[in-house]
């Protein structure tokens, strides 16, 4: 099985950064993507940010130009800068991948880091 472990939340004051960590452990065959969700209080959970084995960034409106994926091996980053109160909410790592070859493409998630920006 694929385990995900993310780092990195805290609170922030509005237009401050921080810098989320996500490691996959376990056993783990391939990966075809990674990336990053969040749920704020009351809302569905949304996407912020993927990014492929090929590099193809994808990123939601809200967070154009402020947040930035990158990977490292098996090990996803996000950057987010000039924070916002609405970007409040608890942050998901999300791997999609097979823990065996035999296994079908599946997601696999952590277990969340919460963000809170005060204005």
């Known amino acids: 099985q694929v385990q995900l472990v993310e780092s990195g939340g805290g609170l922030v004051q509005a237009g401050g950064s921080l810098r989320l960590s996500c490691a996959a452990s376990?056993?783990?065959?391939?990966?075809?993507?990674m990336g990053w969700y969040r749920q704020a209080p009351g809302k569905q959970r949304e996407l912020v940010t993927t990014?492929?084995?090929?590099?193809t960034r994808n990123y939601a409106d809200s967070v154009k130009g402020r947040f930035t994926i990158s990977r490292a091996k098996n090990t996803v980053y996000l950057q987010m800068n000039i924070l916002k109160p609405e970007d409040t909410a608890v942050y998901y790592c999300?791997?999609?991948?097979?823990?065996?070859?035999?296994?079908?493409?599946?997601?696999?998630w952590g277990k969340g880091t919460l963000v809170t920006v005060s204005s």
């Open positions: 376990g056993i783990i065959f391939s990966i075809n993507a």
């Open positions: 999300k791997v999609q991948g097979k823990s065996r070859s035999s296994d079908p493409v599946m997601d696999y």
């Open positions: 990014i492929t084995n090929q590099g």
